[in-house]
């Protein structure tokens, strides 16, 4: 069945620490990647998503993420995190169909 | 403003009372969809719809309707509400020229079923 999976429910971290956000997803022929963070109170906001080309995807606020087929994974990127960072992260992929699945999320806490 | 509106925010209601939530979008966008958010589940479809007056089950339907009469809403309907119903319920939008490649989400609204 298609899934994605994020090992990591929580992952605290100290502000201007680097951080990465695990994501792997069952494997196909044909994917896209997406990952979406969610600040308290708010909605989803597209952070990046990869459909081709480079495997290397910047997104917005410094984050990026690498594409990596033989391992199935989708891993998120900061070098140094700030406290506004503090929010849910969610891992989403799309196996070119009308819908997304998501991964169960992780929550970073970024600590002062 | 390009934007997925929700109304209401938050909502607490009582067990068998039919409510709606309603879902609005201004990007004049073909795809429309629900989700709810539980805590260790993520995200998970409830209807979506391709177009006015097309709608299909998604991921777990039970218990809701919705309707796509108009391009720009999309309504959730809950005609009898259970306290299995209480959750965060996302609407979300995406135009069919970019294959669904990136949707748009509303605030949220929360709601009590008590």
């Known amino acids: 069945a298609q899934s994605v999976t994020q090992l990591d429910s929580q992952v605290p971290v100290f502000e201007e620490a680097p951080v990465e956000l695990r994501c792997n997803y069952s494997s196909s022929v044909s994917v896209y990647l997406f990952w979406y963070v969610q600040y308290p109170n708010q909605g989803l906001q597209l952070l990046l998503k990869?459909?081709?080309?480079?495997?290397l995807v910047k997104g917005i606020n410094g984050f990026e993420a690498e594409f990596n087929k033989s391992q199935t994974s989708f891993h998120l990127r900061k070098p140094s995190v700030h406290i506004s960072d503090t929010a849910e992260y969610f891992c989403?992929?799309?196996?070119?169909?009308?819908?997304?699945?998501f991964g169960t999320g992780t929550r970073l806490q970024v600590f002062p | 403003e390009a934007q997925v509106t929700q109304n209401p925010r938050y909502l607490i209601t009582v067990t068998g009372k039919k409510l709606t939530v309603t879902c609005s979008q201004n990007?004049?966008?073909?795809?429309m969809s629900w989700y709810r958010q539980d805590p260790g589940l993520g995200l998970r479809q409830i209807y979506y719809s391709m177009n006015v007056e097309v709608t299909d089950k998604g991921d777990v339907p039970e218990g809701y309707k919705v309707s796509r009469k108009e391009k720009r809403n999309f309504p959730l309907i809950l005609e009898s509400p259970s306290p299995n119903q209480t959750s965060l319920y996302f609407c979300?939008?995406?135009?069919?020229?970019?294959?669904?490649?990136?949707?748009?989400f509303g605030p949220g609204t929360r709601l009590t079923v008590t």
């Open positions: 979300a939008s995406a135009g069919l020229a970019g294959g669904l490649r990136e949707q748009y």
């Open positions: 990007m004049n966008h073909e795809y």
């Open positions: 990869y459909l081709s080309g480079s495997t």
């Open positions: 989403a992929v799309s196996y070119n169909t009308d819908k997304l699945i």
